[in-house]
């Protein structure tokens, strides 16, 4: 089965830095993979999604993603932190591998962002 | 306004009790999903239907059950034989079909047993 990880937890920036959110898959097959970030208490939007069309995937509210086949990567930036930014962030993999239709989840990474 | 909508929002059970947690969605979506959130877990794959009167195991089904009567609903009932029912559940529909399509979400239920 397919399956992501993101690298850290809890990542805290300064408003107006860089934000880059790390999530590697495991997959043989080419996978889909989507961003998805959620707000304390509520369900979860979506910010982006990768399928095959171009490897540079661009978002909601300024936020991009760089699909690289090489590195079994898809971390998503963002030039500017601006507070509203704030949440939780999810990357989620839909196993190609075995035909599963319904998305596998990271664990999650928090941005906090600092005034 | 289409949608998803999970209730209620808060939910709290006494120990060795079942309860339903309910789910539409108004989108004319295929495919319906419950997942799990815990703390620093992620969202876990609870069931999952693909169309009325079908559905499949996800990875934790063990103490809830699902029904699938009707496209719009998709109801999550948790068992006393869940034995750590307390979480934020999620459900979500998409329009099925292809792997590369993106899932919408309610809003979410906390459960807390007491």
């Known amino acids: 089965a397919q399956s992501v990880t993101q690298l850290g937890s809890h990542v805290s920036v300064s408003e107006g830095a860089l934000v880059l959110l790390r999530c590697n898959y495991s997959s043989s097959v080419p996978p889909y993979l989507f961003w998805y970030v959620q707000y304390p208490n509520q369900g979860l939007q979506l910010l982006l999604k990768?399928?095959?069309?171009?490897?540079l995937v661009k978002g909601i509210n300024g936020f991009e993603a760089e699909f690289k086949k090489s590195e079994t990567s898809f971390h998503l930036t963002k030039p500017s932190a601006h507070m509203s930014d704030a949440a939780e962030y999810f990357c989620a993999v839909s196993d190609r591998g075995t035909g599963r239709r319904a998305l596998t989840f990271g664990s999650g990474t928090r941005l906090q962002v600092q005034p | 306004d289409g949608g998803i909508t999970q209730s209620p929002k808060y939910l709290f059970r006494k120990e060795g009790q079942n309860v339903t947690l309910s789910c539409e969605q108004n989108l004319n979506h295929d495919a319906m999903y419950w997942y799990r959130q815990d703390p620093g877990q992620g969202l876990r794959l609870i069931y999952y239907?693909?169309?009325?009167?079908?559905?499949q195991k996800g990875d934790i089904a063990e103490g809830y059950s699902v029904s699938r009567e009707k496209k719009e609903s998709f109801p999550l009932t948790v068992t006393s034989a869940q034995k750590n029912p307390t979480a934020f559940y999620l459900c979500a529909s998409s329009a099925g079909g292809a792997l590369n399509t993106e899932a919408f979400f309610g809003q979410g239920t906390r459960l807390t047993v007491v």
């Open positions: 990768y399928t095959s069309a171009a490897t």
């Open positions: 239907s693909q169309i009325v009167n079908d559905f």
